[in-house]
């Protein structure tokens, strides 16, 4: 049967026509919302699914790994709940006069608390092992937060059939799945005490420090001193193989107090953009260094103080890359970085000068 003539398109009081044409616009008038939040909750709802199962994946492997190398006599399962849903305060910001200081008592508190939880779980338990362990709870701790922050504005916006609420979500998911895929891969790295993208910094000054004395700054933090062309160069960085960042602001006020560098030089991995190479280097200018903003915070301060400049050359890779098994992109780009430092050490300061060059990020399987 001929279409045409079946809808009669050269008559317009057809009323198929109307049905056809009118009857769909007059229902996404009325239920259009509701069709999208139905499509919309079914995409993210199998987001939540996935990361539901990359929490419970990550805790069971977290338990494991405990019960393999400490074989304790307790319940695994019931004291990690019981971490996993600590929460930390912060200080009041009313007045931000002195609210550096606070921010860093109340996350010094929890670090030194996760370390004693950790240690109470055995009291022989290496440096190296601790920090793994430690590692591993601080992934599946973020995991867990990320299901329940999404599981809570999806709930409520299908409590309340609100559509505009879900669309924020609807924008946030694909970051907040690529962050969440990236941490259930690193996972294996910190099991395996290899190093991560994010340890480049401290590899290239601890290659670096090598054959040199190293010397305790703070806690966790180890420097030391060699000569390049004239100059006196103040390594600094994370103490390696464990998986730890170290304290490089407190170190650096400690350091820069004794031995007033002219410069200081910061290298880190930082996040590149969608099309930029992974492993490509940057130079800049400022403190290069993640986190909350404390340590950041402490560098400029003492930087600021004695007017020392601040300058950075960052390896570009994305999040995952950074906090999973390190590529060989970002290994590669070692020598290129190290040459690159050591033209901006000439370029910058004189000879009989002193520059502080701090190695920034986690230094696990990285040693010095």
Do not use: C
Not at 119 to 138: D, W
Not at 227 to 248: C, N, S, W
């Amino acid at each position: 049967m001929n279409l045409d003539k079946l809808l009669n398109t050269n008559d317009n009081s057809n009323p198929l026509i109307w049905l056809v044409w009118i009857v769909p616009i007059f229902v996404f008038m009325l239920y259009g919302q509701k069709i999208q939040l139905q499509v919309t909750s079914s995409e993210i709802n199998k987001s939540l699914e996935k990361l539901k199962m990359y929490r419970d994946d990550t805790r069971k492997e977290l338990a494991d790994y405990i019960k393999t190398t400490v074989k304790p006599s307790w319940d695994i399962p019931s004291r990690l709940d019981r971490y996993f849903e600590y929460f930390t305060i912060m200080p009041v910001d009313m007045d931000p006069n002195g609210l550096v200081p606070k921010i860093m008592h109340m996350m010094k508190s929890r670090e030194d608390f996760t370390k004693t939880q950790v240690r109470a779980f055995a009291p022989e338990l290496s440096a190296l092992e601790a920090s793994k362990i430690i590692n591993i709870l601080e992934v599946v701790t973020t995991i867990h937060l990320l299901y329940k922050s999404v599981r809570h504005m999806f709930l409520t916006a299908k409590k309340q059939n609100n559509f505009p609420l879900i669309l924020p979500l609807q924008m946030m998911i694909p970051f907040i799945m690529e962050e969440a895929d990236a941490l259930k891969t690193a996972v294996s790295a910190f099991k395996q005490g290899q190093p991560i993208g994010d340890g480049i910094g401290p590899m290239i000054v601890g290659k670096m420090m090598l054959d040199t004395e190293k010397m305790q700054a703070v806690q966790e933090t180890v420097w030391s001193e060699k000569d390049f062309e004239g100059r006196r160069l103040l390594l600094l960085k994370a103490e390696g193989p464990a998986g730890t960042v170290g304290k490089p602001g407190e170190a650096a006020e400690k350091i820069i107090s004794e031995k007033k560098p002219a410069a200081i030089i910061m290298v880190d991995a930082a996040l590149k953009l969608e099309g930029e190479e992974t492993g490509s280097v940057a130079q800049g200018f400022g403190a290069a260094i993640g986190g909350i903003g404390t340590e950041k915070f402490q560098i400029e301060e003492v930087a600021t103080k004695h007017g020392i400049p601040i300058y950075a050359i960052v390896v570009k890779q994305s999040i995952k890359e950074a906090i999973t098994l390190m590529k060989k992109e970002i290994a590669d780009a070692a020598e290129k970085t190290t040459s690159q430092i050591y033209d901006m050490i000439k370029e910058t300061t004189k000879a009989g000068q002193a520059v502080l060059l701090i190695g920034v990020g986690n230094t696990i399987g990285v040693s010095q």
